[in-house]
């Protein structure tokens, strides 16, 4: 299987089970819309009857030719290799887990997923005595692995920062006595950091996620805070600081984009303005009805915005300096495991959620539906077949997924979002994979002519 696209003046064609991206003249790109595996015998006569009149014959003979030895060099339409691991998928240890430190919010974000922070369930806060059995059941659930990640999120997990702190020191405990290692993140809107806060997270989180939307009349308008006021002022300054502070230890901000900011271009070079080089900026994931939500008629919008996005980095990169997009991060080298290409995050295997009453769920954005509950800290419940059933959830179970060229980059999308909007979670979710396709797209071009220009 290859794919092929034209962006920024290059003609570019993914082979997509080898990963091997290559930049191409014009015939060939024109050629290949000819030609299907096996690619064997002279050049087709449909071939040089429809681009005879662009391209001399011999030309296009010649060239059939060379994509002749690149097939049977396995560089162009190359097997694929990796039905095998998918066949023999199996449940996997626990190496992640998120913490629902705090089903409550300080903020009322206007497209939260989490029911403006109390998930539908009320608000309330987690117990030590709860954190400390999630911490327990992590290292039970991981056997033998060593290197573990625990999330504290929310709602706001700052709400209940001094529990946050208490389960950090049993972690640290318990990584010691079974020889662990436990990476803590965190994700906050940032509104109630503090200078002690701020000290804290930057000496025990390995990463932290800041939340905004970009320009301040932009985040603004959806993160608002309980009282209907606009939250910006109240945290850029303390993310200035925290990540003045931070070194070289990960960070990102984090925002979202809505119908009401298609020209979201402007709200990342926003946050780069203010001096954030790592960002992150989603799409919202909504019911269409609402008057926010991003639909099929917002795509062509979308497309030329990520187009000009690319543009702005090509500039930061020409003037010397520095920016990172989150998800034009792309390696083209070696890339993600097997495993890890065919079933992404590892929702509901590896990766599990952890509500303030001890509830198991497949991740955070399953939290309250009940028939997605995996267990129970309290009573030691697990479900080990639901597990095993979202060890099977990858591209090769997912029927849209199977034969889509982007699959090794996206992993079969977002298992919350396919239920979500298909109740299955094997069905994907056709908006967030057209708009991942281009940021692929966009991605690949950028990598495409950095290899080049190093190659020059």
């Known amino acids: 299987m290859i794919h092929k696209f034209k962006q920024n003046g290059l003609f570019i064609v993914l082979d997509v089970n080898s990963g091997g991206v290559h930049v191409i003249d014009e015939l060939t790109y024109d050629l290949l819309d000819f030609v299907e595996p096996p690619v064997e015998g002279e050049c087709p006569e449909a071939a040089i009857k429809a681009l005879s009149g662009k391209y001399p014959e011999e030309e296009l003979r010649e060239c059939y030719e060379e994509l002749v030895s690149l097939y049977n060099d396995k560089i162009l339409f190359s097997e694929d290799d990796y039905e095998q691991y998918a066949l023999a998928a199996v449940a996997s240890p626990v190496k992640a887990m998120c913490l629902l430190i705090a089903f409550d919010c300080n903020l009322r974000c206007e497209y939260c997923f989490a029911g403006k922070g109390d998930y539908g369930q009320g608000r309330t806060l987690m117990t030590l005595e709860t954190g400390k059995q ?46 662990k290692n436990i990476r803590f993140t965190i994700t906050t809107n940032g509104t109630l950091l503090t200078d002690d806060k701020i000290d804290f997270i930057n000496d025990q989180m ?65 946050l780069y303005d203010e001096g954030f080089e790592q960002i992150s900026i989603e799409p919202v994931i909504a019911d269409p009805s609402l008057p926010y939500a991003l639909t099929e008629q917002d795509l062509p919008a979308i497309y030329d915005e990520y187009e000009k996005l690319a543009d702005k980095m090509r500039e930061v990169k020409a003037a010397g300096k520095f920016m990172n997009f989150f998800h034009f991060m792309l390696d083209l080298d070696q890339g993600p495991c097997a495993i890890k290409r065919l079933r992404g995050c590892g929702c509901g295997n590896e990766y599990v959620a952890i509500s303030p009453d001890g509830d198991i769920y497949p991740c955070h954005q399953f939290v309250g539906i009940e028939e997605y509950k995996m267990g129970s800290l309290n009573d030691g419940s697990f479900n080990t077949d639901m597990k095993m059933d979202f060890a099977r959830a990858h591209v090769y179970t997912k029927p849209d997924c199977k034969n889509c060229w982007a699959k090794f980059y996206c992993s079969g999308g977002c298992n919350a979002n396919n239920y979500t909007f298909n109740k299955d979670i094997r069905k994907a979710y056709k908006l967030s994979c057209d708009i991942e396709k281009k940021r692929l797209e966009c991605a690949i071009t950028l990598k495409a002519e950095k290899l080049l220009a190093e190659a020059e």
């Open 206 to 270: 390995y990463n932290v996620v800041l939340s905004v939307d970009g320009r301040p009349e932009v985040n603004d308008r959806m993160r608002k805070t309980v009282n209907g006021k606009g939250s910006y002022t109240y945290f850029i300054d303390k993310y200035k600081r925290l990540v003045e502070k931070r070194g070289d230890k990960e960070w990102y901000v984090r925002g979202t984009y809505t119908k009401y900011n298609l020209d979201f271009t402007n709200d990342i070079m926003s």
């Open 134 to 179: 999630a911490i327990d059941f992590l290292i039970e659930k991981s056997a033998n692995r060593r290197n573990l990640e625990v999330d504290f999120f929310g709602g706001e997990p700052l709400m209940n920062f001094e529990v946050v702190k208490q389960i950090v020191e049993y972690g640290r405990e318990q990584e010691k006595l079974h020889d």
